[in-house]
T-cell receptor, first 110, second 113 residues
Framework: ELKVEQNPLFLSMQEGKNYTIYCNYS?????LYWYRQDPGKSLESLFV?????AVKQEGRLMASLDTKARLSTLHITAAVHDLSATYFC??????????FGQGTRLTINP | DAGITQSPRHKVTETGTPVTLRCHQT?????MYWYRQDPGHGLRLIHY???????DKGEVSDGYSVSRSKTEDFLLTLESATSSQTSVYFC????????????FGDGTRLSIL
């Protein structure tokens, strides 16, 4: 059974700082997704990582995938308040089933 | 905007009553999904569909059934609602090939008293 674990689950940081969210998964998969969710809202797709060594960047967010270590990271550079949200990673099981991590609630303080 | 509409957006009902949630899409995507979101669990897949009348179970399918009689509509039914099914329910579609992300609707907040 595929398990996906994120850490930390809660993160409070100051604007301008850098930090990394980690996503570990328990069985082989070659597709990993990152989503963002604002309070009371839907999920927004951020990144799709499809191969070992894949790196994607959008603004202050950068995601990477190491399939051998079964690890993905979401790195935040020079955080700004607008990045406050809950971030989820999700891993494909089989062809269709997405298994989500618990989410990381990120709060960025001015 | 992935063209997904969930209805109702909010519902309060009593234990033992049947409940049906609807997911409607406008772009004829083949794959549709139902998830529930609970604190500390992220999202968990309930059922999914890969075409009209083609469905399969997800991680937490007990107590739920689904139907897809038209490409655009995917219905989730709680035959006899229980308090443990109080949750936020999200519908999703996948546009394009297997590497594409799923896109989510706005969710239905369901409370069972």
């Amino acid at each position: 059974e595929l398990k996906v674990e994120q850490n930390p689950l809660f993160l409070s940081m100051q604007e301008g700082k850098n930090y990394t969210i980690y996503c570990n998964y328990s069985t082989t998969s070659d597709r990993l997704y990152w989503y963002r969710q604002d309070p009371g809202k839907s999920l927004e797709s951020l990144f799709v990582l499809l191969s070992n060594g894949a790196v994607k960047q959008e603004g202050r967010l950068m995601a990477s995938l190491d399939t051998k270590a079964r690890l993905s990271t979401l790195h935040i550079t020079a955080a700004v308040h607008d990045l406050s949200a809950t971030y989820f990673c999700a891993v494909i099981q089989g062809a269709q089933k997405l298994v989500f991590g618990q989410g990381t609630r990120l709060t960025i303080n001015p | 905007d992935a063209g997904i509409t969930q209805s109702p957006r909010h519902k309060v009902t009593e234990t033992g009553t049947p409940v049906t949630l609807r997911c409607h899409q406008t772009e004829n995507h083949r794959y549709m999904y139902w998830y529930r979101q609970d604190p500390g669990h992220g999202l968990r897949l309930i059922h999914y569909s890969y075409g009209v009348k083609d469905t399969d179970k997800g991680e937490v399918s007990d107590g739920y059934s689904v139907s897809r009689s038209k490409t655009e509509d995917f219905l989730l039914t709680l035959e006899s609602a229980t308090s443990s099914q109080t949750s936020v329910y999200f519908c999703a579609i996948r546009a394009g090939g297997s590497g594409q992300p799923q896109h989510f609707g706005d969710g239905t907040r369901l409370s069972i008293l």
